[in-house]
């Protein structure tokens, strides 16, 4: 029988009750679990006792997880610790957690000094997951949008999150992105896409212009932290109407100052606008 009843946890082990895929990854956080029990180290016999495994079934998940990088080998190689990826993973859910701690504050001032809904923002592959937004009680269009992903290449939050990619790695980057038509406004082609975020950086700030929505527009920043690496976005939103040329740069201004203030708290000191070479 591979499965024990308990742990050193106190937890049940009914595993025979589980399909395979759902049994395996069971047994993998089990795993886990032990190791962080043991920071110094354990054996695979020890790993296998202690959660009620067969020694090979401890080896192959051991084997998995050390080539993505979750657990390593002690300096004397006789046990297993966690893996450097484990801190990695944890150290980008408590900046999301910190960011929203100390964006919240800075949003509300920009929400105030704008009278239009602001957007705080993280990059997930090609898409934008909005995670936090402040809006004023008279707005007419009420968002309810959190944990909602939209693409990257149409919104200010998107080119925001891209700024620094130089020209090389945004191709390389973009090579086979769609370029999806949301609106006749939308960028279409990486070139014109390279040459809108060269105006950004220029400018301070990027700018959404009815390209998501024919009847919103954005301008956004991007957000560091104390690796003066880009880790969120910020943006201001709102009717195009009430968006006009003069508008979009003074609302451009504020989300650039507000943007810096939140990497300040994040950590970062330095300029906001870094171009890679």
């Given at each position: ?7 050193k946890?106190?937890r049940?082990?009914t595993?025979k009750?589980?399909?395979g ?7 993998t956080i089990d ?5 962080a029990?043991?920071p ?5 016999i ?21 080539e993505?990088g979750?657990?390593?080998k002690?300096?004397?190689g ?7 990826h ?13 960011l929203?701690?100390?964006a ?5 001032e ?5 009278r ?25 269009r009420?968002?309810?949008?959190i ?5 990257i290449h149409?919104t200010?939050l998107?080119k925001?999150?891209l700024l620094?990619?130089?020209?090389v790695?945004?191709?390389?980057l973009l090579?086979?992105y ?11 082609n ?11 950086r ?8 009815r390209e ?5 527009r954005?301008?956004g ?5 104390y ?5 969120a976005?910020?943006?201001v939103?709102?009717v ?5 040329p ?8 504020k989300?650039?100052?507000t943007a ?9 000191s330095?300029?906001i606008?870094?171009?890679?070479e």
């Open positions: 029988m591979e499965r024990s009843t308990g742990t946890s106190g049940q082990k595993g009750s589980k399909p895929s759902v049994r395996s990854v069971s047994r795993l886990l679990e032990e190791l029990n043991n110094r180290g354990i054996g695979l020890e790993l296998s006792r202690k959660t009620g495994l067969h020694k090979s079934t401890v080896f192959r998940l051991l084997s998995v997880l050390a993505r979750y657990v390593q002690t300096q004397e006789q046990g297993y610790t966690l893996g450097l484990l801190v990695e993973l944890a150290n980008s859910f408590l900046n999301s957690l910190d929203k701690i100390e919240r504050p800075c949003m509300y920009l929400t105030e000094a704008t239009h809904t602001v957007f705080l923002a993280l990059r997930q592959g090609f898409d934008v997951v909005y995670i936090d937004k402040t809006e004023t009680f008279t707005s007419l009420r968002y309810s949008i944990g909602t992903r939209v693409p149409c200010s998107g925001a999150l620094d990619y130089s020209d790695e945004l191709r390389e090579r086979d769609p370029f999806e038509k949301k609106t006749p406004n939308t960028i279409s990486i070139e014109d896409f390279i040459e809108n975020l060269r105006l950004a220029e400018r301070g700030y990027t700018i959404d212009d998501h929505e024919l009847t919103v954005c301008v920043a991007p957000i560091r932290d690796s003066k690496r880009i880790i976005a910020i943006s939103s709102g195009a109407d009430s968006f006009s003069e508008k979009i740069q003074e609302y451009g201004e989300v650039r100052q810096a203030e939140i990497s300040r708290r994040m950590g970062y330095g300029g606008y870094r171009r890679k």
